[in-house]
T-cell receptor
Framework: EDKVVQSPLSLVVHEGDTVTLNCSYE??????LLWYKQEKKAPTFLFML????IEKKSGRLSSILDKKELSSILNITATQTGDSAIYLC???????????FGSGTKLNVKP | DTEVTQTPKHLVMGMTNKKSLKCEQH?????MYWYKQKAKKPPELMFV???????INESVPSRFSPECPNSSLLNLHLHALQPEDSALYLC??????????????FGDGTRLSIL
């Protein structure tokens, strides 16, 4: 059975801390892994990862995929209260327009 | 604001009503999706349209009926819904899967309440 597991489920940190969010997957015909940030409305796209070992960066956020370990991490450095959100990991299956979402990690950054 | 537009933003309906959710994108994407998201849960895939044809139906009850009139529009027709169908309904679109990797873009969703 295909599945995507995120950890931790929730996390409380203080501004300035660095956090690491995890996503592991077991799917047939893996094509790509995506990270999204969801606040009150639609998930907003952060990263799409297709190749193992290549880090993608956007400001204080970075992410990397490990196809051998079937996992990915999302790092956020120097966290700010605006980073408070649910971070969703989704895995896309090859040859299908099909995306499986993990349960998400709820991040709360306190001032 | 997102590039995927969903209307209405909120909808309250009775169990005997018939209503429709609408989704529109003008990014030239050829795959469009409907997701259902309950509170504190991740989005669950319902339907996928690829080149205006239904390619995936994740065993969704027939009281939900999708329609893709053209490459820019996606509808979800609702009839005889149950209270447990109350949720945020998200539409998304993405580029042709046969081409370069492209992520999904989500609309802001329609928050549906069934009385």
């Amino acid at each position: 059975e295909d599945k995507v597991v995120q950890s931790p489920l929730s996390l409380v940190v203080h501004e300035g801390d660095t956090v690491t969010l995890n996503c592991s997957y077991e799917v047939t015909n893996f094509r790509s892994l995506l990270w999204y940030k969801q606040e009150k409305k639609a998930p907003t796209f952060l990263f799409m990862l297709t190749s193992s070992g290549i880090e993608k960066k956007s400001g204080r956020l970075s992410s990397i995929l490990d196809k051998k370990e079937l996992s990915s991490i999302l790092n956020i450095t120097a966290t700010q209260t605006g980073d408070s959100a649910i971070y969703l990991c989704a895995v896309e299956m090859y040859n299908f327009n099909k995306f499986y979402f993990g349960s998400g990690t709820k991040l709360n950054v306190k001032p | 604001d997102t590039e995927v537009t969903q209307t209405p933003k909120h909808l309250v309906m009775g169990m005997t009503n018939k209503k429709s959710l609408k989704c529109e994108q003008h990014m030239g994407h050829r795959a469009m999706y409907w997701y259902k998201q309950k509170a504190k849960k991740p989005p669950e895939l319902m339907f996928v349209y690829s080149y205006e044809k239904l390619s995936i139906n994740e065993s969704v009850p027939s009281r939900f009926s999708p329609e893709c009139p053209n490459s820019s529009l996606l509808n979800l027709h609702l009839h005889a819904l149950q209270p447990e169908d109350s949720a945020l309904y998200l539409c998304a679109s993405s580029q042709d899967r046969g081409q370069q990797y492209q992520p999904q873009h989500f609309g802001d969703g329609t928050r549906l309440s069934i009385l």
